[in-house]
T-cell receptor, first 111, second 119 residues
């Protein structure tokens, strides 16, 4: 199956700092999605990307669809304690009608 | 919009019994729904793809007779864990696909998840 490598696995940062995480795939995707999951909850969609090179923001979050279509990154600016959680990337190729998920990045924010 | 509701949010059952989990898209129609299993501190593992009106497509290693999936309408898919055993205890999550402007622009929205404990 498709392989998605997400890094880093975990991050410990101070409140106010910026955060960056990324995903790379072994093959081309047509869609990249970024999710946040809180403990005991389902993932919540943060940003959806559909075009290579696309840069999309959602508040303090910014994500980009890599030009090679094999990678994507998510930036969080001026982190706050409620940003704590696990962030997942997901990719989809139209030829395979399913989403593949990265292994997740656990974000810890120290007040 | 794009709300997916999963029920129940948690369930405890005895070993050998069956448990049904429902996944509903509340404000959109979903021709495709997905069922995932998530182990503690791990990513989501796709179990099967559920297509309305047809048989589900199971991922390799997932027993279709163990995890029965029914997608009888465009807003409802169910997962039944049959003859549950303690090793089936896990967090099960569904998602529903929403196509925005064609097949290329597709997003997946998740239910709240179901914590299954088999005793």
């Amino acid at each position: 199956g498709q392989q998605l490598n997400q890094s880093p696995q975990s991050m410990f940062i101070q409140e106010g700092e910026d955060v960056s995480m990324n995903c790379t795939s072994s093959s081309i995707f047509n869609t990249w999605l970024w999710y946040k999951q809180d403990p005991g909850e389902g993932p919540v969609l943060l940003i959806a990307l559909y075009k290579a090179g696309e840069l999309t923001s959602n508040g303090r979050l910014t994500a980009q669809f890599g030009t090679t279509r094999k990678d994507s990154f998510l930036n969080i600016s001026a982190s706050i304690p409620s940003d704590v959680g696990i962030y997942f990337c997901a990719g989809r190729n139209v030829h395979f009608n399913k989403f593949y998920f990265g292994s997740g990045t656990k974000l810890n924010v120290k007040p | 919009g794009a709300v997916v509701s999963q029920h129940p949010s948690w369930v405890i059952c005895k070993s050998g019994t069956s448990v049904k989990i429902e996944c509903r898209s509340l404000d959109f129609q979903a021709t495709t729904m997905f069922w995932y299993r998530q182990f503690p501190k791990q990513s989501l593992m796709l179990m099967a793809t559920s297509n309305e009106g047809s048989k589900a497509t199971y991922e390799q290693g997932v027993e279709k007779d163990k995890f029965l999936i029914n997608h009888a309408s465009l807003t409802l898919s169910t997962l039944t864990v049959t003859s549950a055993h303690p090793e089936d205890s896990s967090f099960y999550i569904c998602s529903a696909s929403l196509h925005r402007g064609g097949d290329l622009n597709t997003e997946a929205f998740f239910g709240q998840g179901t914590r299954l404990t088999v005793v």
